[in-house]
Structures are given as C-alpha cells and as structure tokens.
C-alpha cells in the first residue's frame, strides 16, 4: 500500500531503528551520574548532539534536543521573546506559518503582545521587501518556515535572514520540512525541527539558539539540555533522531533528484488527467517530494477516503477534513482553490510504478466523488437569461461552488450570479472558481438573512 504522506511523518529510516536498537541497550542510563553507565550515556549524547549541529550548522552548545518540533518552536519563541522583551513586543510570522508558530503567536498576543501577519503570493512564498518593511520599531523576533509544510513552496530564507540582520531583529527558522533535504541558508538566529519528519523517530524536536541571541527560557527548568528543554532526555531516541539525519543528508542529493522526478511527473500530468485542477505552490522553488492540486466540485474528504479505499495514503489542506470546515490557513493566505486538496508527499524509496498507478487510479476517483456530488458534467449552453441568486446556505465545501457552476451558463454575457453561502471556504472556492473559468469576480457582502451574498458576473 503506497503511502504518501511523508510531510506528516516520514516511515522510520532503517539507520533510525538500528541506532534506536543499539541505544536502548547502551544508553538507558542517566547521561548526568558519572558512574560507568552515565558516562557511556553521555558519550552518545555528546556524539548524537555534534551530529545535529553538523547538519544543521551550528555549535553543539547551541542545540538542545526536545520533546518534539511543537515544542521547540514555542520554546525559542517564548524564549527569544522574553529575551528581547525591553526591545518591544511585536512579533512578526509569515502567513503561512506551520500551525506551532501561529499558535505560539496566539499566546503571545493573548499576553498583550502584538502579531504580524506577512502575506504571501499565490505561489505561497513572501515577498522578502514586504516582510523587510515589517521589521521596524518595537519588533523582537520574526519567523519564516524554511519550506511550506502543506505545498512544498521554499522561503527566501536567506534574503529575510539579510534584512533581520541589517534591523537587528533575531529570525527564528521552521526548519522541519527541509532539514533532511539540506542545510538552512544562513543567517538565521534560533532554528527548529522535528525528527519524524526526516524518518528519525517521533518524540524528538531539536531547538539551536546562536551564541549571543538573548535567549530567557520560560516555564519550570532545571540543568538538562542548557535549561532549555527540562526533563530526562530520551536518549535512544535521540541516537536514533542524529543517526537517521545524517543517513538522509548522505542520500538526499540521488533521492532529491530522483523523487523530484516522479513529483513532476504527477504536477504535469494530473491537470492532463483530471479536469478542473488546480496545482499549487511553486513549481520550482519547492521540496522535492511534495505537490499539492486541488480539484473543483469535490468534497476532499471523500476523496482522501477514497484514494485511501484504492491503497494510496495522503493528506489534504482541504476545509472539508477538518473538523472546524474552515479551509486551510495556508491555502487561504495563497488565495487558491481549497475544495478538493491533495497533498501527495513521497517518502524515500517510492517506486514509479506507484506514482503511476496512482495517475491511473486518481481520474476516475475524482469522476466518481463528482458524480455523487451531482457536480455538472461540462457548461452549459449560453442563453440569455437575466441575473440569478442561489442559495446555498447551510451547505458546505462544494455544493456552493457546484450550485453556481450549474446554473452559470443560465444567465447572458454581462449577467451576473450572486450564491449566498455561510461556508466560509466559499470565500476561497468562488473567486478560484472565477479564475479557473475567466470569469468576473466582483465581490461579497453580507447578506440580510446571514451568511454572504457572492457575486460573480459571466464574461464569455
């Protein structure tokens, strides 16, 4: 059963569970006593620390090892925060920040700091002048991902790390997605990762805080991991979380260039394949395994469970599989479609003749969650009819969108079709919708009895 959602959690490396297995009979010991078997312990710490920071890049002193990535991110956070809380209280993230950052932000201002929100461009990556500009006064820590954890988009990590720099502001980098690829661009201030994104095992977060950063560490601490990450550390897992870093940076150049491969392969042929897809983020400045489309008039979580009925595992940015139905941030802040999301993220090792059943399987998967849907099958003819409405509220993710697509060839040139929709990733749905089919956009407005009146008016 081909599985594709190493984004979420790459499957265990082989040099990870031997190295897991080796350690837990040489490192179960306390790494702090200085009997024979704390000592021993601490040799295997020491060399698991100095193999991060090789790849990472920095001092083995400026790494600590935590209880996962969430963790670590809100520790450098809330620890360069209150670091440089005589400087100001601003924080600045981009928009399309993994949930741990946006979350951490949330507490912030929750504490009466203030947070700002860079946006992004529909490929998903800032604008290095626009997040430049946001780094004035009062500004304490900024924070861009190093890669989009959702479509793959890599940051100009180091363009933003040169403007933090010349304003003076620390640049914490979410370096999960990327770190087994290769190193960080330099520049950067505190870094964080997570070890089962690489195919080390789970439960291990890495944190690297540069000497002379102001760094305060919050919360209960005590002298384990530089008081930065309390507690017994949980040595094989460590071992293993180093060992299979430096296994996947050997292998990351071949694997890189051969996943990249197959991952182009299903960019160029799903819009072939599939009509009315979108595929999302950039096209080249992306991770190597990672490519996300989205497809008109489908509920995404049918699909996923459907794909998942054919044996292929992925993920999706769609609103419809989350529990809230509200679209993803990520995907929202791109302003792309958001019904209908695939995330496929391949895994080192997948074969090709994977990828190509999953080409094979996907078009009638797609065909047969739209038919259920009741989705139109192609245009309709052009009459001259006047300016519709459809209401639509109380239907979710894509019934708006396929109710506006049903009737839009109903109406004349110049006319217009207004769907009133509660659903919030109709905000997202319908100008993608537009765009999609070259047609007018003009706008929203609340509508009199709740909801939102969505107003698109026929070009052609």
């Known amino acids: 059963m081909p599985y594709f959602d190493a984004a979420s959690a790459a499957p265990l490396h082989p040099v990870a569970r031997q190295a897991l297995l080796a350690a837990l009979d040489e490192g179960w010991a306390d790494p702090a006593r200085l009997y024979r078997e704390g000592r021993r312990a601490r040799r295997l710490l020491d060399a698991a620390r100095e193999a991060a920071a090789e790849a990472v890049g920095c001092r083995p002193d400026e790494l600590v090892f935590t209880p996962s990535g ?80 959702e479509v793959g988009t890599e940051q100009p990590v180091a363009e933003v790390a040169a403007a933090c720099r010349a304003a003076g502001v620390p640049l914490l980098v979410d370096a999960a997605q990327s770190l087994g690829w290769g190193p960080v661009p330099e520049g950067w201030s505190l870094l964080a990762a997570s070890a089962h994104k690489w195919g080390g095992p789970a439960g291990v977060g890495l944190l690297a805080v540069r000497k002379g950063v102001r760094f305060a560490p919050q919360g209960p601490s005590d002298e384990r991991e530089s008081g930065r990450a309390p507690g017994f550390e949980n040595l094989p897992a460590i071992v293993a979380a180093a060992a299979s870093l430096r296994a996947v940076r050997a292998e990351a150049a071949t694997e890189g260039a051969r996943l990249r491969g197959l991952v182009d392969r299903i960019r160029a042929r799903v819009p072939e394949l599939v009509p009315d897809v979108e595929v999302v983020g950039d096209p080249v400045r992306r991770l190597p395994h990672v490519v996300t489309f989205s497809c008109l008039y489908v509920d995404g979580e049918t699909l996923l469970s459907e794909l998942d009925r054919e044996g292929f595992s992925v993920s999706s940015g769609s609103s419809c599989t989350s529990s809230t139905l509200t679209p993803s941030h990520v995907l929202r802040a791109m302003g792309v479609l958001s019904e209908g999301n695939v995330r496929v993220s391949l895994p080192v090792g997948t074969e090709p003749a994977d990828v190509d059943r999953f080409l094979a399987v996907l078009p009638g998967v797609v065909a047969s969650v739209r038919d259920r849907l009741g989705a139109p099958a192609a245009p309709a003819p052009a009459p001259a009819g006047g300016d519709l409405v459809v209401d639509a509220r109380g239907k979710r993710c894509p019934i708006p969108v396929i109710e506006l697509a049903k009737v839009f060839g109903s109406v004349r040139v110049g006319g217009t079709v207004t769907v009133l929709s509660d659903d919030e990733a109709a905000r997202l749905d319908i100008p993608a919708w537009c765009e999609m089919r070259g047609q007018e956009y003009v706008g929203e407005s609340p509508a009199a009895d709740g909801g939102h009146a969505y107003v698109v008016r026929r070009t052609s």
């Open 70 to 149: 969430t963790r670590a991110v809100h520790s450098g956070v809330s620890g360069a925060l209150a670091g440089r809380r005589r400087v100001g209280d601003r924080l600045v993230v981009s928009a399309v920040e993994h949930s741990s950052v946006l979350h951490a932000g949330e507490a912030h201002a929750a504490a009466g700091g203030t947070v700002t929100e860079v946006p992004v461009g529909r490929t998903g990556a800032v604008d290095p002048e626009v997040f430049a500009a946001e780094l004035g006064e009062g500004v304490a820590l900024a924070c861009l991902q190093s890669a989009n954890h």
